[in-house]
């Protein structure tokens, strides 16, 4: 099946710096990527639609300027969260889509288990 | 209303049981449906897509239900391996042409010798 690399798998930061996450898609082109949060035992909350080459689409109440979004190549996008705080840390995944819309299928990275200080 | 809902259980049963999983979604105007399986602290992985005419794999089949829409679950002769949270995802089309995947908060499913 697909293969989606996040990195890293585990980040622990002091309050106010800044953490960049990649999602590569390795087998396939993804020109739609997704960037989820996940707080323990609850669902995954859609924070942004990453298109490549465009800028990306935030859900309500997530902050553009807080979880930078970049998707520079068809197989790479990026999530900084900028001047990180203790109420950010989550666990982060990325997930790539393959095939056509609306039945194109999800692959999810690993996730990224983010802890600020 | 939440768009997605599933029971969050959990689902207690010993190994060899038949057991069901459901979930509703709100969006009338969604249009594909898919159950992921997620271990503790890994991430999601499809299960399988769920097809307007049902559809079997193995020991697990899904059924969708659109006039009341929901979704099914069922995991046959369940095996330890089985315990998971199990997340349902449903798509609709966004403004703009976007499809867009909610996930439901999952059920857990715990199978016991």
């Known amino acids: 099946g697909a293969v989606v690399s996040q990195h890293p798998s585990w980040v622990i930061c002091k309050s106010g710096t800044s953490v960049k996450i990649e999602c590569r898609s390795l087998?396939?082109?993804?020109?739609?990527m997704f960037w989820y949060r996940q707080f323990p035992k609850q669902s995954l909350m859609l924070m942004a639609t990453?298109?490549?080459?465009?800028?990306?689409?935030?859900e309500q109440g997530v902050e553009k300027d807080k979880f930078l979004i970049n998707h520079a190549s068809l197989t790479l996008s990026t999530l900084t969260v900028t001047s990180a705080h203790p109420e950010d840390s989550s666990f982060y995944i990325c997930?790539?889509?393959?095939?056509?819309?609306?039945?194109?299928?999800?692959?999810f990275g690993a996730g990224t288990r983010l802890s600020v200080l | 209303r939440k768009e997605v809902e599933q029971d969050p259980g959990p689902f207690n049963v010993p190994e060899g049981a038949t057991v069901a999983f459901n979930c509703t979604y709100s969006?009338?105007?969604?249009?594909?449906f898919f159950w992921y399986r997620q271990d503790c602290r890994k991430e999601p992985k499809l299960l399988m897509s769920?097809?307007?005419s049902g559809n079997e794999d193995g020991r697990f089949t899904a059924q969708l239900n659109r006039a009341s829409q929901y979704i099914s679950l069922l995991i046959r002769d369940s095996k330890l391996s089985d315990s998971a949270t199990y997340l349902c995802?449903?798509?609709?089309?966004?403004?703009?042409?976007?499809?867009?995947?909610?996930f439901g908060r999952g059920t857990s499913l715990i199978v016991h010798p």
């Open positions: 087998d396939f082109q993804a020109t739609t």
């Open positions: 769920v097809y307007s």
């Open positions: 969006n009338s105007a969604s249009q594909s």
């Open positions: 990453s298109n490549e080459g465009s800028k990306a689409t935030y």
């Open positions: 997930s790539a889509e393959g095939g056509r819309a609306p039945k194109n299928i999800q692959y």
């Open positions: 995802v449903v798509k609709h089309v966004r403004t703009g042409g976007s499809y867009i995947p909610t």
